[in-house]
């Protein structure tokens, strides 16, 4: 059974920084999954913020497209979320998962934005 177990959320004021991590374990195969982060704010739908190929290869939507940057070490089955210049917006859950969510989701990582 594989496990993604997301963390690094917090309060922060508009224009901060975080850094998410998610830890992925069990039998994953997280090496040749291609990896995303998506956020869920309350009240609103799922929506995708960051994939990662397992080549590297990215893509975000506008949304986040410059202010966000998505890493992953495959050696330690780990995917990371860098947010810079954050925005109330941007105040949700944040989860991982593959790209669809094939796995089963974790509890995610609160992020609040303060203006």
């Known amino acids: 059974q594989v496990q993604l177990v997301e963390s690094g959320g917090g309060l922060v004021q508009a224009g901060g920084s975080l850094r998410l991590s998610c830890a992925a374990s069990?039998?994953?195969?997280?090496?040749?999954?291609?990896m995303a982060w998506y956020r869920q704010a309350p009240g609103q739908r799922r929506e995708l913020v960051a994939t990662?190929?397992?080549?590297?290869?990215?893509n975000y939507p506008d949304s986040v497209k410059g202010r966000f940057t998505i890493s992953r070490n495959n050696a330690e089955n780990t995917v990371y979320l860098q947010m810079n210049s954050l925005k109330p917006e941007d105040t949700a859950v944040y989860y991982c998962n593959t790209d669809p969510g094939n796995f089963p989701w974790g509890q995610g990582t609160q992020v609040t934005v303060s203006s």
């Open positions: 069990g039998r994953s195969l997280f090496s040749i999954r291609l």
């Open positions: 990662i190929t397992p080549g590297g290869r990215t």
